[in-house]
């Protein structure tokens, strides 16, 4: 057997370094499948809620009633939003701070593995599994309620998508490098996400709150992506962003600077 | 101590290229390691031959641990360095890594993945990678075939350490480094982990652990060195140590005798009860004895329930530190 184990193959190089990366993506595939949370979560409750929205408002239309423009269409970006908040914030800092408690982080800087490696599979993976999820709700909106969209809005909202996943996963990676214990991550991910969730315009238009928390709601980062994906999402129906684009993409911008900052300098091994 | 040290040892392609003519494989100078006001590790000398199982003993909280993780390059020591297989572990950190095998305290194993999957990732993560076959029959060797795929989680303790030992050696390590192995196991399970690290051994592999139970460190160790408050304050064969200290052996039987003609025995020290049990300290356990048999048949009575303790690694401890390693 230890003969067995010296002739395996041993290979250097960029090649070797990329196959290795491939292997991390493939292994926290795995493992995010398995996670029944992480299912729960970011795929079944996201359209479960659209399926309980619809049954109660059907194909209530909002704006003017000529627009066409139904509430389905409006809060299906908004889900995809919501997804994209339970997968980034609330799962990765949990699963960073499970690692770090099950001693994993210690046993991976023990290996040449580089930690940033690992994390970047993550997002990597997650981005994938984020893209299919926006799908998979686009499909059920049209199939079950016959929403409409733009196809050509439906591609160029994709980079915005793939953009929040990995903002809001370098959102909990900051909760987890800022916050130690494992429980109290999953606390301080739930406190952020709960007024991130109901202030960010997922399932209403801003314009519909009160001024003053319209204007704590233009600060949001789940306010900025919301606008991101649905503006391009439903360009047929000329809906008014609540941010314009460019401050949207600066905000969300500087979100994800300030979280990769903080992850990076607060980051504990154990 | 050498004569120990070749007995059964193998040569490898790899050993050839790497092993330096001293036969040192880690090389510790000097070493110091402070957290802020904490002195984990005090200016450690030390140096682990190639081939042996050395064992690192001392109490929770010595600094064992820390000085492990000064060999895997995972801590930066405030003074002193490291080198392993001739490198300086602070200065080639990655070159150093890929020699190790490790197993920390945690097993670090990820929640959702079957056991196969975690060799597989774990080779991986060293730029090794295996197929499955290669998988399954490192698995095997640890007895785990028939759980490639489980969840750790539906592991026994025993199942959970081994697999965490196959994981040490998935890239083929020349240095293994076991932070307490057989914590929390029962005797059984902690024999199965000797039975395998003595295998590792003799495959040419060094092993380096750390243990606070003293029938481990005799038992399985070749040399030892016994750690206290961050300071390795002995450091030699079990035997050695034990004959160092030029302790007493302690005669224990439930004869009546008289107590001054027992104190005039050759040999004795020493002479207490406890409850029905006469113990007679002796430095000449063979001679007491001899003694004892005689003084029986003149008081016409039987020397039943005779025991002799020889002095053990635990008495070294007390004797070099003043205290119970679980005090």
Redesign the interface.
Known sequence: ??T???T?????GRS??F??FM??VQ?NF???I??KAAMFWVVLFPIGLMLIFGAIYGNQTIGPESSGLTLISFITPGLIVLSIMSNGLVGNAGAMA??RE???L????????PVAHLILSRVVMQSCIMIGQAALMLATSVVVFNARYDVAGLLSALPWIVLGSVVFMAMGQAVAALVRKEETVSVVTQVINFPLMFLGGLWMPVTSMPDWLQGVSKFLPSTMLADLVRTPMLSSFHIEPTIPFAMALLGITAYLVGSVALSARFFK?S | MKSILSAERTTTALEAVTTTSSGIIIDIAGLSVFYGDVKAVRGVNLQVEHGEIFGLLGPNGAGKTTMLSAIEGIVKPTAGRVIVLGRDVQKQTEEVQRTLGISLQSTAFFDELKLWELVKLYAGMYEVFLSKSEILALLARFDLAEKANALTRQLSGGQQQRMALALAICNDPQIVILDEPTTGLDPQARRAVWAIIRELRAEGRTVVLTTHYMEEAQELCHRIGIIDRGELIALDTPAGLIRSLKADSLISTTIRLPESEVEALPGVTGVRWEGDHMLVQTNDAQETVFGLQKLAVEHRQLLTDLTIKQPDLEDVFIALTGRNIRQ
């Open positions: 057997m230890a067995n184990a010296r395996m193959t041993r290979t250097g070797a370094t196959r290795r292997l991390l292994a795995l493992m995010y398995r996670n499970n690692f099950k001693g994993i210690r046993r991976v800087q023990t290996t040449p593995l091994w």
